[in-house]
């Protein structure tokens, strides 16, 4: 899963609609996370790594990840930042033939 980034200290996207993700969503996320978890199915969230995060990687496997952003105005803007990979798995442990 890959939603919008909705964080309480910096702009949030949301040119598609702008009641497409919020803060107050991050509920609905988590709980569909639990929900996944429950059934045994797997599943990989990606998303900033940001205070409200910390509500969604409670009880969850993650990394940290730095990467490149190509979307800005200027070139300048373009930058890294840390994103933070949550799952009920280890996707980041390859197997052994």
Do not use: H
């Not at 200027?74 to 009920?88: A, D, K, M």
């Amino acid at each position: 899963m890959d939603p919008t980034y909705a964080t309480s200290k910096t702009r949030v996207f949301n040119e598609y609609d702008p009641n497409s993700f919020g803060v107050s969503d991050l509920d609905r996320l988590k709980n569909a996370m639990d929900t996944l978890d429950s059934k045994g199915a797997k599943f990989l969230v990606s998303y900033a790594n940001c205070e409200e995060t910390e509500q969604l990687i409670s009880k969850y496997n993650c990394v940290y990840v730095d990467v490149r952003r190509n979307i800005a105005g200027f070139t300048g803007s373009r930058g890294f930042v840390t994103e933070v990979l949550i799952s009920n798995f280890k996707p980041w442990q390859r197997k052994k033939d």
